[in-house]
């Protein structure tokens, strides 16, 4: 009885409501919800407690932000769905469609942060990957890791300058890469045209939201993207998407760290991530993480993450 009444103690009141919907559509920095809302940053935070000790919310602290998603599901669902059978027949709420258009405006800054850093350093990008550890090492790590088995349809999603295609490109069947940003697009064109790779087709697109059919790639690559999304779990649900029975995920990134500076210098968003944070992201996308490796050296510590999706003699087995 007292879990049920904090739960709905922390539910009566507007804002908490607020801050709920708002999570339901996107992970938030406190920052970004006191925007979002137009209350102070401090007053947020009270509201973020409250919710947090309810267990009704998240919170993970990543140098001095605090990114917040929503509680465990098997707590918040039926409070999701009761919320959403008791408001079909109300009018239109103009907090919440005032939240949305500010939403949009988050997303909006976001983007176009990301196209700026990337728009001024596409000519450089190679080069700030080197900063941190041998990239000679994670590509041999890479085409081990995914080579032993064929590589199939390819799809590199940030593919920047298109250098998992060049490593991997020969090896697969097709290859297609995908950026969010023309610059990164033209610049990728003319080094595939270069390494004799010119058939490997580009996409602009974005991470979220793929302009990919389901089940269309045997290998998927996120190498060295997750750390500038605001959502990397709905990233690798949409990466996961793509992939066939028996396709192959495999993530590159770095393990978590405590270097805040790379935020305003390079634009990160996460500060890396641990195997827990990733198993629990691969198994929610329905991804089983096979392998886990972790490559010393430079500044940062580089790790691979591989999952798999089973296949359809697996699912019939499992079934049995």
């Known amino acids: 009885m007292r879990r049920m009444l904090d739960t709905f103690r922390a539910l009566a009141d507007p ?7 708002l999570l339901r559509a996107m992970e938030l920095s406190v920052g970004e919800l006191a925007q979002v809302l137009g209350q102070s940053q401090p007053r947020v935070s009270r509201h973020v407690k409250i919710l947090a000790d309810a267990g009704l919310a998240d919170r993970r602290k990543e140098g ?16 999701l769905a009761a919320v959403d059978a008791w408001t079909t027949d109300e009018p239109g709420d103009h907090w919440a469609v005032a ?14 942060a990301a ?24 590509e041999d790590a890479i085409r081990v890791a995914l080579t032993r088995s064929p590589v199939g349809r390819l799809v590199d999603i940030g ?8 490593l991997l490109g020969r090896d697969a069947a097709s290859a297609l890469g995908v950026d ?27 991470m979220y939201a793929l302009p990919l059919a389901n089940g269309s790639a045997d290998t998927v690559v996120l190498h060295q993207v997750l750390h500038y999304a605001h959502q990397p779990a709905g990233a690798i649900a949409e990466a996961a998407r793509l992939l066939d029975q028996g396709g192959r995920l495999l993530v590159v990134d770095f393990d978590r760290h405590d270097k805040e500076e790379l935020r305003s210098r390079d634009a ?38 591989l999952g798999r999706r089973a296949s359809a003699e697996e699912h019939e087995d499992m079934a049995a």
């Open 115 to 138: 196209e700026d850093y990337f728009a001024a350093h596409a000519d450089e990008w190679d080069a700030i990957r080197s900063l941190h550890v041998a990239e000679s090492a994670v």
């Open 159 to 166: 593919t920047g300058t298109g250098r998992m295609i060049e």
């Open 99 to 112: 939240d949305i258009a500010r939403l949009a405006a988050v997303r909006a800054d976001r983007a176009a």
């Open 15 to 21: 804002t908490r409501l607020r801050i709920i919907a």
């Open 64 to 79: 001095s932000w605090v990114f917040l998603t929503l509680g465990d599901e098997r707590r918040v669902g039926p409070l």
């Open 268 to 305: 990160h968003v996460r500060l890396g991530f641990d195997d827990e944070q990733m198993a629990g992201w691969f198994a929610a996308a329905g991804i089983e993480l096979a392998a886990v490796e972790r490559l010393d050296g430079g500044e940062l510590t580089v790790k691979l993450w």
């Open 180 to 206: 969010r940003s023309p610059e990164m697009l033209r610049l990728a064109r003319a080094k595939l045209a270069e390494a004799g790779l010119d058939r490997a087709e580009l996409r602009q697109g974005d």
